[in-house]
């Protein structure tokens, strides 16, 4: 006897005309604009999609099919599991735990350190074949194509997404952003804005890494992170024509460039969050 569908998987088929495969998502892919050749980042729900043939495999393969061979495939590769839990909150551990957390805490290993709240799509391009990762114990993104071993070959402690993270050398190279039935409050390159912006605060970080004499627990400063107001930009962005909105199986897709993003968002954010960074 075979498995009925669990409860989430019961809502998406209610909300789906049709399954959606490998082939029709990647139809779909190119005619939201995807192009051959170009690198992409990708930020997805696979319940968006609808009822998926193959579900977050075909999804992988439908962007790896559209992009072709001298694309390359992006995403977001977060492990902030990885971190010091007294700021933990969702939920705290006792204070009592945590020297023991720190003292236990598996460091980051870019090969097996899962991520966290990403979705299973960005774990299926983790663990793709050739699948590189860069070298952020939080922060690090993972990719697949012709690109993406030099594109994530720098990734330092303190620059989770600044100058000397990914992000700039993705942005250089003409990258574009895919939202796929996900929000600008999942757009990962806004935060390379947050740090062009004078007066931005900083925050203290902490994670476990490995060294040579084992695993060390380390602590960095690196700018704030918040993504608070990130709707916000994206509707305003969005007015300037710097858009293409179309569907990819039942969800909505949004694709533009990441320079045109980042230099919207850093005049934006310096103007809603200047003064109250400057003087904070």
Known sequence: MTDSPTAPEAGVISRTDAPHTRRSLADDLRRAGVRPGEVLIVHSSLSALGWVVGGEIAVVGALLDTLGPDGTLIVPAQSFGNSDPAQWSRPPVPEAWWPVIRANMPPYDPATSPTRGMGRIVETVRVWPGAVRSAHPQASFAGVGARAGELLAR?????????????????????????????????????????RIPGAPTEEQSCSVATADGPAWVTFI??????GDFVELGTAFTTTGGVRRERVGAAEARIFGVAEIVAFATGWLASHRGDAWASG
Not at 163 to 191: K, Y
């Open 222 to 227: 690196d700018t704030v992170a918040h993504e």
């Open 155 to 195: 990734h330092d402690l303190d620059s989770r997404f600044g100058a000397r993270s990914p992000l700039p050398a993705i942005e250089a190279a003409g990258g574009r952003v895919l939202l796929l039935g996900v929000g600008f409050d999942s757009c990962t390159c806004l935060h390379l804005a947050e740090t």
